[in-house]
């Protein structure tokens, strides 16, 4: 029987396409083995929002080359939609992008029968939502749901319009569907992603909106939490928030990208917010949620960026109080407006910002955790922690931190009672005895 072994980077919708080419591989016959294992096929689905992206891809390709020579490697995602010339490599016997992934055993089979190295890789400009599918989400207990796809915002350090194409939303209909195929699996949680979350529906003449969504996800009787993935902060609105505190499966976890918190730097960035707008955001969040987990991404080092501006950015900061954050250097993206601009950083100087962010955000993230002390949270058990001791187990409370606590089972829903802070983590006591929900 022959073997398959992925590799994913970047995203939540990368997890997704990454599982549903999975599924289409075991369909085929094919048995799921470790990347690190000799396999027939290794699939690699890259990343290429930063440089640090697409070197970490081309490490896993070689990787893979490395490990079985004679195996037939495919290269899916952004990076193999940016640059495919670049992936035909020796061994390289598909190279897929952001579209066709449905295909991909067939495409292989055809590449392996002629003896060529496939490039299948599509224009995007009328592409439209591919129509994959997942049932299960492999080790997990909260399975992604993908149900957008193409950004056209356009941000002038962007390249994912370029690699994702244009907004495309999934129909209502299949968006309740996979959540009740994912419910009867067992998953106990969803979490609803997309490369633009905001844009859901938009090119669907106006009819529907992101909160329909959700609600379609909210139905089935065994989700029993729905997770969003980014929103951008114009999304929080007070009729926005009104709808969603009715739907008690929504998880108080809210990650809101940021970028900056100088104005001048996000009107560089091509963002449509600004500084006030997003505090705002943050702001109704916690009057809708009360110690809701507020998450975000910053970038340091953007063309221009001048030290004034880098403060005003660790005021915003501050005063957003997140509960965790993404800091990253600005990495130049070859194709975009900002690669051009003036006044570029210092490689050296962004990289150093973007360590007193981290540090800052550190700060920050222990603080809330020390809010969540004495408080009793649902926990959703993900996996035994059998190096802490026996009957150990962790999960995620519905702000998404993590929580080691004694005699949990994966799957379960426990009540804790949140003690410590251990690292980012936090240490909790089973409260009630029964578990609120195993499947």
Same mark, same amino acid.
């Given at each position: ?160 319009? /370029? ?58 009787? #065994? ?8 929103? %951008? ?53 916690? /009057? ?15 063309? #221009? ?12 900061? %501050? ?113 009630? #005895? ?6």
């Amino acid at each position: 029987m022959q073997t398959v072994a992925f590799y994913t980077l970047g995203c939540k919708v990368n997890q997704y396409d990454s599982q549903a080419m999975l599924e289409a591989f075991l369909a085929a016959g094919y048995t799921h083995i470790a990347f690190d294992r000799p396999a027939d096929v290794y699939v690699v689905n890259t990343c290429t929002v930063t440089g640090t992206g697409d070197k970490k891809s081309m490490q896993a390709v070689r990787r893979a080359l490395r490990t079985n020579p004679q195996a037939a490697v495919v290269v899916a995602g952004c990076l193999a939609q940016r640059a495919p010339r670049d992936l035909q490599l020796p061994g390289v016997r598909l190279v897929l992008g952001t579209q066709r992934r449905a295909e991909v055993v067939s495409l292989l089979r055809r590449a392996l029968d002629e003896g060529v190295s496939l490039v299948a890789v599509q224009e995007l400009d009328a592409a439209p939502f591919e129509p994959l599918a997942i049932t299960a989400h492999e080790g997990r207990t909260r399975a992604v749901l993908k149900i957008q796809e193409g950004c056209d915002q356009r941000c002038t350090y962007c390249i994912i319009p /370029q690699v994702r194409g244009p907004v495309r939303s999934r129909p209502l209909a299949d968006v309740g569907a996979e959540a009740d195929r994912l419910a009867a699996a067992g998953f106990a949680e969803l979490v609803l992603t997309g490369i633009h979350l905001n844009s859901y529906g938009r090119e669907m003449d106006g009819t529907i909106s992101l909160i329909d969504a959700i609600q379609v996800a909210h139905v089935p009787q #065994g989700v029993r939490r729905i997770r969003l993935g980014s929103l %951008e902060p114009r999304a929080i609105t007070p009729a926005f928030l009104e709808t969603l505190r009715d739907l008690p499966k929504v998880c108080p976890h809210f990650h809101l990208s940021l970028q900056s918190g100088s104005d001048g730097v996000l009107a560089r960035m091509g963002r449509r917010y600004t500084a006030a707008t997003f505090l705002r955001a943050c702001g109704m969040l916690r /009057q809708a949620f009360p110690q809701a987990a507020i998450t975000t991404d910053v970038m340091t080092g953007f063309p #221009g960026e001048t030290e004034e501006e880098f403060a005003q950015t660790q005021r915003v900061v %501050e005063e957003a109080a997140f509960a965790r954050m993404h800091v990253f250097p600005y990495s130049e993206r070859a194709g975009t407006p900002a690669a051009t601009m003036p006044n570029p950083v210092p490689k050296a100087q962004r990289e150093e910002r973007a360590r007193e962010l981290i540090a800052q955000g550190r700060r920050l993230q222990r603080a809330y955790l020390q809010g969540l002390l004495g408080v009793t949270r649902e926990v959703l058990i993900e996996e035994l922690v059998p190096e802490r001791g026996e009957g150990w187990a962790a999960g995620y409370t519905p702000e998404y931190v993590r929580v080691l606590l004694p005699g949990g089972q994966p799957g379960v829903l426990q009540q804790a009672q949140l003690t410590a802070i251990e690292g980012d983590e936090l240490v909790g006591e089973p409260v009630g #005895g029964a578990a609120l929900f195993a499947p």
